[in-house]
């Protein structure tokens, strides 16, 4: 299965947008996304076109093919406008060679972590900045975000197949690989 991995839409129908033709362009099956889905934060300035009720219809449409867990911004009443379950703290995916420990990264993160064996993935967003660090026991892995990317990176996903990761920009040219 070809999973699209993305973070920290905030609300933004203009990356929203971009995200959703790019998981068409990929043609995967399941979108993941590790939360902060509606809301832009206090921390954050609005992203371009800011417009959450767009981001509603958008993902609405799409919700049998989504997939997602609990970000920092996201509540009980995000979960009442949209059609998919959103307030998981964290998932677990099984490929043929890891169990991926997929968050926001808020609670469980680099320094907090998880119950993860070892040749575990613990994958988050929260950062909005893309990363693959390899540690003694586990590899970390971020796909930065959608809507405001942070440190210089690009507005951007991920794509998982066949054990392969793949970091992308949302034009589609990829940034990064790890198999």
Known sequence: ?????????????????????????????????????????????????????????????MKDEILCVRGNCDTEVDQMVLDFPILAD???????????????????????????????ILLHGHTHVPK???HDTYTYMNPGSVSIPKEGSHHGYMILENNKFIWKDLDG??????V
């Open 1 to 61: 299965m070809k999973w699209m991995i993305a973070s920290d839409i905030h609300g933004s129908a203009y990356y929203c947008r971009k995200l959703l033709a790019a998981y068409q362009s990929e043609r995967t099956q399941r979108l993941l996304l590790l939360g902060d889905v509606l809301y832009h934060g206090p921390r954050n300035d609005l992203p371009q076109e800011y417009a959450p009720k767009e981001v509603i219809a958008m993902l609405n449409g």
């Open 90 to 120: 964290y998932a677990l995916i099984t490929t043929e060679k890891h169990t991926i420990y997929a968050t926001h990264g808020h609670v469980f993160n680099e320094n907090n972590l998880p119950p993860l064996r070892s040749g575990d």
């Open 132 to 134: 693959c660090t390899a």
């Open 173 to 178: 040219n990829i940034i990064y690989e790890k």
